[in-house]
């Protein structure tokens, strides 16, 4: 992650190809980008973020990875916190 000085966080991916066939890194990308269109409200804006995930993304349970990735991610309310 890094500060990009706008209103508004970009994401970007790097998926190796080591984590297998076009088909699996594709449900990669896509799983994490449904996660973060349903939660972009909870993201803080203002930042550059590059995600680079393991092979597990493909498998594992859809909440418990929305959780994982969450914690990771700048949210909205530790940005108030900050502000205030």
């Known amino acids: 992650m ?3 000085a706008l209103g508004l966080s970009r994401f970007g991916w790097s998926i190796k190809k080591a984590l297998g066939s076009a ?3 594709n449900r990669i990308r896509r799983r994490l ?3 973060l269109r349903l939660h ?3 993201i803080a804006p203002g930042w550059d973020i590059v995600i680079h995930p ?3 993304v493909a498998t594992a349970d859809f909440l418990a990875l929305t959780r994982e990735l969450l914690k990771l ?3 909205t309310a530790s940005a108030e916190k900050l502000a205030k």
């Open 2 to 4: 890094r500060s990009n």
């Open 23 to 25: 088909v699996r890194r």
């Open 33 to 35: 980008r449904e996660i």
């Open 40 to 42: 972009l409200q909870e």
């Open 54 to 56: 393991r092979s597990s």
């Open 73 to 75: 991610l700048p949210s």
